[in-house]
């Protein structure tokens, strides 16, 4: 089913196709900003508490929420390095995700800033703000069969996008 249709009905059914660090028991509220099939859905998410992160050795680790629909349900995490006939993925696909999170005083981002770009194809930012983290996510797929020639871009870009240091907030608490 198209998800634009469920949201049309009730903008809370966005929590069911979240994956990643956020369940929707974790989501206290949901704003959705446009609606139709040929704009981007926007959708400004309320964490409900700290149960979104996991604590170990006082550092905080949270998952970068992603679609359920997206390319992780190709299970694209391992390609081999090389191919000699053409790859066919399910579908074109144009994958976006752009978070702000605010986060208490008190708290850095040991993640390293990251900024990749893949030609078209693959746009990774995350950085620290102020209290603010900034992470920019896009992946585009404009064709469903890839080319021997193309296939080598498709995989680095994968392996780039399914990488867990990009995929995941780490904080810890300074000593103020």
Known sequence: MNPYFDFSKDSSKVKNYLAGGLGSKDI?????SKL???ETTKAQLTVADKSASRIQNGYYFMDIP???NGSDEWHL????SDRSIPLEIPNLLEEDYEFD??????FVMVNKPVEIKNGNTLNISIYQSGNHIKIKRS???AQKTLSHAD???FREAMIQWNNTNYRT???KKTNN
């Open 36 to 38: 139709t099939e040929e």
């Open 28 to 32: 206290s509220k949901v704003n959705i």
């Open 169 to 171: 907030i780490i904080l």
């Open 77 to 80: 995490s391992v390609m081999l």
């Open 139 to 141: 992946l585009h797929l």
């Open 66 to 68: 992603a679609f359920k």
């Open 101 to 106: 999170l605010t986060i208490p005083d008190g």
């Open 151 to 153: 296939y080598t871009n």
